[in-house]
């Protein structure tokens, strides 16, 4: 029954699909290679006086893809994002939103988009029922499509017992999850959320996270802000990294991983302590073999090896020497290492 309410016409457009009230939008300038294209966001700059709060900022955001933006604080995350939704409007570069130009067409582009600041504010007197109808009266729903959707909405979001409780009565995480409900109310292509997941405890967090996921499986397209990490690897199709201002890199988390340039690196874990692993440097495209721990042996390739090829040595080598092992894998960059590299390092400069 929720699963209906979420883009009852549009309800197959998973990833890479056209939804279709953003393709046949009347008056509509998009460039060619911005089709499919949910978001664009094309060389923006916003400076306070002399100050770049965003620097030549440019973007994508597919169509039914859930798009993590993460950056230290005062990246220009939130300056993004009003930007998309109206609040800043005095910027220089391109927006569009399903093809709509903002500011220009701003009527149209913020038909398709619901908004969750970051510090999603409600008269705490008002019943969740009472906010989210004024919400969505505000959104130019009719009574009619308020009655209708409150319940679903409230459903999806776990929310109907407290339908008719005050908001003064509610926890954070489910105040958050009213911000989201009344976001999401007039039934939008595009979600966009500003650190959701700021300030909620591990379970409201993954009660969010299960939603976005929810929602981008009906087709919604999902922007998020966040600092933290870890929230936005579990449920991000494409990563945008911002740094004072400056887009470091979008991309997927395999994309992020590969652009580092860290060198490839076997690890081998022992089942005992022996010194045979020594002989690991005589095998083709091994540069370097050490021990930075009693055994744990790792085994650094040459630059642009096959690391299968070297991986499948390494065993043969192994099986030779009988040595027992308890585990072999190439290591990978942890997302903390990805954003150190591209964010820390300049953040600290
Ligand atoms: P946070 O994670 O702390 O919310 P953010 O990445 O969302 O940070 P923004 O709020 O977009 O960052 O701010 C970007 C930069 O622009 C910051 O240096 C901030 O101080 C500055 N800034 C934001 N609004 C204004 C304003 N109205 N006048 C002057 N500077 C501003």
Redesign the pocket.
């Known amino acids: 029954m929720v699963e209906g309410f979420l883009h009852k016409t549009n309800s197959k457009n998973i990833k890479g699909k056209t939804p279709n009230n953003l393709n046949i939008a009347v008056g509509k300038e998009m460039a060619q290679d911005s089709l499919n294209s949910c978001v664009v966001l094309r060389e923006v700059t916003k400076k ?2 002399t ?1 770049r ?1 965003l620097d030549n900022v440019s973007f994508d955001i597919k169509e039914g893809e859930i798009f993590g933006y993460i ?10 994002l ?1 930007i998309l939704v109206g609040l800043i409007n005095d910027f220089q570069g391109e927006v569009q939103i399903g093809g709509y130009k903002v500011p220009k067409q701003k009527f149209e582009a913020h038909q398709l988009l619901g908004y969750l600041p ?1 510090n999603v504010a409600f008269q705490e007197w008002r019943t969740v029922n009472h906010a989210l109808k004024t919400f969505g009266k505000l959104s130019g729903l009719t009574d009619a499509q308020v009655e209708e959707r409150i319940p679903k909405i409230l459903e999806l979001m776990s929310l109907s017992e407290v339908r008719h409780k005050k908001i003064s009565q509610l926890s954070g995480g489910m105040t958050q999850k009213v911000g989201l409900a009344q976001a999401l109310l007039h039934d939008p292509k595009l979600l966009v959320m ?2 959701p997941l700021g300030g909620l405890g591990p379970l409201s967090r993954y009660q969010l996270k299960e939603i976005v996921l929810k929602l981008a499986k009906n087709g919604t397209t999902i922007l998020f ?1 966040s ?1 933290i990490l870890s929230d936005v690897q579990d449920v991000a199709n494409r990563i945008g990294i ?1 740094s004072r ?1 400056k887009i470091k890199m979008v991309g997927s988390m395999n994309e992020l991983k590969s652009q580092l340039s860290k060198q490839k690196t076997v690890e081998v874990l022992l089942s005992y302590v022996s010194d045979k692993w020594q002989k690991f440097s005589s095998i083709a495209n091994v540069s370097k073999v050490e021990q930075p721990s009693p055994g744990r042996v790792l085994v650094y390739l040459s630059e642009d090896t096959d690391e299968e090829q070297v991986i499948n040595d390494i065993v043969a080598n192994i099986v030779k020497l009988g040595i027992r092992i308890r585990r072999i894998a190439m290591l990978s960059p942890s997302l903390d290492e990805i954003y150190l590299n591209y964010v820390q390092k300049e953040e600290k400069a």
């Not at 950056?71 to 993004?80: F, I, L, Q, V």
């Open positions: 306070y006086g100050f709060a950056g230290p604080n005062g990246a220009g995350k939130t300056t993004t009003k970051q500003d650190e802000s600092h911002l201002g």
